[in-house]
C-alpha cells in the first residue's frame, strides 16, 4: 500500500516545524508533548494517520497554530 | 466528558465551509465525500476525533485546503 502524499507531506512538516522549534530531539520533544518518540517518529515517516487531538497537541508541543501543521497539504 | 474545544471549533468550521461551498444538505456532501451522514452530523457537533484522512477528504470534498478546516483552532 502506498504512502498517502498527505501523510507524507505531514510528516514533513512536523519534523520541519520541530527542528525550526527548536527541538533537534524527537525523544525531548516527544516526552514534552506528552507522546509516545517511536509515535512522533511513524508520524514524521508518514506511516501514521494522526487524530485531529493529536494534531493538536503537536501544535501546542511546538507553540504554532494547528492549522500551520497542515499549510503543505493539498 | 467535556467536548475539546478545538473538537467544537473543526465542527462549526466544517458546517460553516459546507455551506458556504453550497452544501445546504449533509446528506448531499456525505454521499460526494463518501462519507456516513451521521458521521458528518457527529464530527460537525464535536463529536467525533477525526483522523488527518478524513480531514483531508473532507477538504477535497469541498474543494477547499485542508489547512482551511483548521484556521479557527487554536
Redesign the interface.
Given at each position: 500500500m502506498t504512502t498517502?502524499a498527505?501523510?507524507i507531506a505531514?510528516g514533513d512538516q512536523l519534523r520541519r516545524l520541530r527542528q525550526e522549534h527548536g527541538w533537534a530531539s524527537q525523544e525531548a520533544f516527544a516526552h514534552h508533548a506528552g507522546l509516545d518518540r517511536t509515535y512522533i517518529s511513524l508520524i514524521e515517516r508518514g506511516r501514521r494517520?494522526?487524530?485531529?487531538?493529536v494534531?493538536?497537541r503537536l501544535?501546542h508541543a511546538l507553540e504554532v497554530?494547528?492549522?500551520?501543521?497542515?499549510?503543505t497539504?493539498?
Open positions: 498517502p498527505h501523510r505531514f494517520n494522526p487524530t485531529l487531538d494534531i493538536v501544535a497554530q494547528p492549522a500551520d501543521l497542515l499549510t497539504l493539498e
